[in-house]
């Protein structure tokens, strides 16, 4: 398999994540109470210690992200205040994102103990993307909004016509 082959490929896997975490991260509709849902499924707002809670959802974080990263691709994915990543390669966290202290704030907690994205700091958002400063070695990365479960326009491709 060529390198292109793999990055198309390994963009089209990101591109099935949106389209399954849209579908899965939606509520159900019902009553809104979610006292029955299980403790497993609350994100962990204090994913690192000292973080503070997230109190409230940002409306504006909602959605899918996507970036790329050190040949990876990247799916940030917010609801209310839950957040999940998926990287290609293998990575998943999940956690919360919303306000925090006057702030938006993304709290990850990964499986594989990638700390690569554990507490991350929006600095800008509007409707085309998204900054995060995250803390440690990884430092600023770029989101690109995701409509309808498709990649967005404009990410770097390795074909050639």
């Known amino acids: 398999m060529t390198t292109a082959t793999a990055k198309v490929r390994a963009a089209a896997?990101?591109?099935?994540?949106?389209?399954?975490l849209a579908l899965t991260g939606c509520g159900g509709g019902g009553s809104g109470?979610?006292?029955?849902?299980?403790?497993?499924?609350?994100p962990a707002a204090t994913a690192s210690a000292g973080s503070g809670a997230v109190t409230g959802s940002s409306d504006k974080l909602q959605?899918?992200?996507i970036t790329?990263?050190?040949?990876?691709?990247?799916?940030?994915v917010i609801t209310g205040k839950q957040a999940g990543l998926f990287a290609t390669?293998?990575?998943v966290c999940s956690g919360a994102a919303g306000t925090e202290a006057g702030m938006r704030m993304i709290h990850l907690t990964c499986t594989d103990g990638s700390e690569d994205r554990?507490?991350?700091?929006?600095?800008?958002?509007d409707k085309d993307g998204m900054k995060v400063t995250w803390s440690g070695k990884l430092g600023q990365e770029t989101y690109t909004k995701?409509?309808?479960?498709?990649l967005p326009s404009g990410l770097p491709t390795a074909l050639k016509q």
């Open 13 to 20: 896997t990101a591109a099935g994540l949106v389209g399954a």
């Open 33 to 42: 109470d979610d006292s029955s849902a299980p403790a497993s499924r609350t």
């Open 63 to 65: 959605g899918s992200w």
């Open 68 to 76: 790329t990263s050190k040949g990876t691709v990247v799916a940030l």
């Open 89 to 91: 390669g293998g990575t």
């Open 118 to 125: 554990v507490t991350g700091m929006v600095d800008s958002v």
């Open 146 to 150: 995701a409509e309808g479960g498709k």
